[in-house]
């Protein structure tokens, strides 16, 4: 089964940087697209950044690309989301996920508070 | 990009009674490769979104056959047969066609119980 669990949320002010890493275990990581989609308090899901299983291939969010970089390392079966110039509006439970073309698998999300 | 547009955006039923949900896209969902990557997602309060649907009515592993899809081209409809009340929650309408490049979700249909 797999299982997927993000670190690495917490409070920063606005500017500063804050990485996101997600730990997977039971399925082949290495053979699959990932994918980070955020949700703001109170509202609905926006994607935000996809990596091909070699890591070679990356799609953004327009309003995070400069600021957000994707990027994994399968001997460690982890995904990476770096977080520069955070702004308050990049507040938001961030879920790594293994969605292919359907939103088969989440994790359980962190939360990412950007606030002075 | 493809926007996806759900309506109503809330939903009160009465326990054992059906609900339905519609989900428009702002173009086809149809892929060169003749499938429609249309998805329907359940976020119950403080969890995770769960797989329901995908590919318009196909039930994902685990869900129950009182959760139904149909649809195609533009317009889409989650059915829910006899709702219980651990149905409690959001939906969300996804659409995976555009993948690698980006997915869009709909705004979400809170479903209450009343």
């Known amino acids: 089964e797999v299982h997927l669990v993000e670190s690495g949320g917490g409070l920063v002010q606005p500017g500063g940087s804050l990485r996101l890493s997600c730990a997977d275990s039971g399925f082949t990581f290495s053979r699959h697209w990932m994918t980070w989609v955020r949700q703001a308090p109170g509202k609905g899901l926006e994607w935000v950044a996809n990596i091909n299983d070699g890591g070679s291939e990356k799609y953004y969010l327009d309003s995070v690309k400069g600021r957000f970089t994707i990027s994994r390392d399968n001997a460690k079966n982890s995904l990476y989301l770096q977080m520069n110039s955070l702004r308050d509006e990049d507040t938001a439970v961030y879920y790594c996920?293994?969605?292919?073309?359907?939103?088969?698998?989440w994790g359980q999300g962190t939360l990412v508070t950007v606030s002075s | 990009d493809i926007v996806m547009t759900q309506t109503p955006l809330s939903s009160p039923v009465t326990l054992g009674q059906p609900a339905s949900i519609s989900c428009r896209s702002s173009q086809s969902l149809v892929h060169s490769d003749g499938n429609s990557y249309l998805s329907w997602l359940q976020q119950r309060p403080g969890q995770p979104p769960r797989l329901l649907i995908y590919q318009i009515s196909n039930r994902f592993s685990g869900v129950p056959d009182r959760f139904s899809g149909s649809g195609a081209g533009t317009d889409f409809t989650l059915k829910i047969s006899r709702v219980e009340a651990e149905d409690v929650g959001v939906y969300y309408c996804m659409q995976g066609t555009q993948f690698p490049h980006r997915y869009t979700f709909g705004q979400g249909t809170k479903l209450e119980i009343k």
């Open positions: 996920a293994s969605l292919g073309q359907w939103g088969e698998y």
